[in-house]
């Protein structure tokens, strides 16, 4: 499953191996030359037993990543330095 969320490409699509579904969350963003560059890759979570568990972990993966990792404006300060004397 893929959306967006913001201006993260979001994929959120599960594994089936063995019987079981393995959760995977990768987020991703545009590049100014428009290939997509991965922020974060979960790899496989703990297995579940259906698609919809799989979904809803994953799903609340995305969203504590995204809290934890808000977005500056286009044009903010790109060197991670704030303050800095010229």
């Known amino acids: 499953m893929h959306f967006k969320e913001g201006d993260w490409d979001v994929d959120i699509t599960p594994d089936f191996a063995l019987g ?3 959760p995977h969350v990768r987020i991703s963003q545009r590049s100014t030359d428009g290939s997509l560059v991965t ?3 979960s790899g496989h ?3 579940f037993e259906t698609a919809e568990e799989a979904f809803c972990v994953a799903e609340q993966s995305v969203a504590q990543w995204i809290f934890r990792h808000p977005r500056k404006e286009p044009g903010a300060d790109k060197s ?3 303050g800095e004397a010229a």
């Open 20 to 22: 079981l579904y393995f």
């Open 39 to 41: 922020f974060y890759d």
């Open 45 to 47: 979570l703990n297995p």
């Open 80 to 82: 991670g330095a704030a």
